[in-house]
């Protein structure tokens, strides 16, 4: 636990913030989570790798953490406008299953994919169970900031103070990137509720004052967090592309649901401070989920890479910076997390101490500071590898101190071991004692001078997909190519 001040950054005010709590002694987050209508691509996951290391730092800063990532599994169309066929419904009709089958498929997937990234647990509530609540809403800000069309009830931007002042993409047309709906009075007004059109039935639809359909995607994040979270909470999170319009929108609704007055008060939004990470980009265009083989975890796990490595990718390179992903930053990112797991493994036995050894002190002093300035997780894990390298100290002393890091990057390095890291592709039918065996006999013939017999286990081994690591400074003596 520290008691340096934490400084984030506030996408709202554009500047860095002491984090000062609405509750004392607790933060209250809500992260805007996925459209459960497909598997998540590791773009996506980007920003709940953020999300949880925030969490786990508010955590080790002392406070009892309350954290919500919303599941959208209605609402949202296949563009951020208010035109479009809906993701899930479309979804649906494409597999032949119902739009609630859909759902809980995805969701199930993505919830499988946070934990293989080790995001401590979280509140997941679904849109779908607050549907009620969102009609409600719209019932009491009807009057004064929204009005009905043929489609829908829309909101009206125009009636709220400083609408779009989160965003940066704004223009003299309004937010970038909203289609017009035929009778909107501005063009950055958005839905509230959409109608479902005549002649038409939808699988998920609800009766409402304003006609039979569905909740706007936006309802659902400021029905959600009022309703776990309470107004004001502590931080709102999200990707940077939530920061143009679904973000801005949301905010509105929440000025008319308080009453609230402009955002030169950022509490008026909802919550104290918004934060934003930036996009995760690949250069050969499989980050879309139009690509086919999309980036996904489970492709990254599929190739022979523990999902870890790529947890430590993120944390590499600060959350407001654009992240570049290749195979070989992966690979360079599993070799460094190996090269921390070979020192937990030997420690791993070592009655912990305390972390107050004077060794250690400036490593934790520039540990707390880097985390203190606005999550600098790069600069953090320099600091642990520094520590990670400190020789001549106490066994237990040293594994507190590791300990103690690894409680805020979540990197469990006291739970892999070296040959959970060992790159093994899923289609790779080999028995890994059969390859120890022949790696012993190798080492044998070597020890004899049999170098033929060495060459021959090697060319073997090598016809079998394995790659042999002779004086790889890792100690890794193999794996499968």
Known sequence: ????????????????????????????VYTCGPTVYNYQHIGNMRAYVFADTLGRTLQWKGYKLTHVINITDVGHLTSDADEGEDKME?????????????????QEDFERDLARLNVQPKQHPRATEYVEAMIAWGEKIADKHCYELESGLYFDTSSVTDYGKLARAVTEDGEGRIDSVEGKRNAADFAIWRKTPAGETRQMEWDSPWGRGAPGWH??????????????FDIHTGGIDHREIHHPNEIAQNQAFCGCGGLSESTNSGAKIWMHNNFLVERSGKMSKSSGEFLRLQLLIDKGYHPLAYRLMCLQAHYRS??????????????????????????AEAQPGKPDHPKFAPMLDKFDAAIGDDLNTAVALTALE????????????????????????????????????????????LDEAEVEDAITRRKAARAEKDFALSDAI????????????????????????
């Not at 479309?90 to 995805?106: H, N, T």
């Not at 070799?335 to 921390?340: I, S």
């Open 1 to 28: 636990m520290s008691d340096t001040p934490l400084q984030l950054f506030n996408s709202l005010t554009r500047s860095l913030e002491n984090f000062e709590p609405v509750h004392a002694g607790e933060a209250r």
């Open 90 to 106: 479309k979804m649906a009709a494409s597999e032949g299953k119902s739009a609630w089958d859909i759902a809980r498929l995805y």
């Open 219 to 232: 309802l659902e994040c400021s029905v959600m967090g009022e309703k776990l979270l309470g107004f004001p």
């Open 322 to 347: 654009e992240l570049e992903f290749s195979w070989e930053g992966l690979q360079a990112a599993l070799t460094r997390l190996k090269r921390m797991v070979m020192v937990a493994e030997r420690l």
């Open 386 to 429: 520094e520590a990670i390298a400190v020789k001549k100290v106490d066994a237990g002393i040293k594994l507190a101190v590791i300990e103690e890091m690894d409680e805020v990057l979540g990197l469990d390095l006291f739970g892999l071991s070296r040959t959970a890291l060992r790159i093994r592709p899923k289609h790779a039918a």
């Open 458 to 481: 090697r060319d073997e081994l090598a016809a079998k997909g394995v790659e042999l690591m002779d004086g790889d400074p890792l100690g890794w003596e193999w794996k499968l190519g």
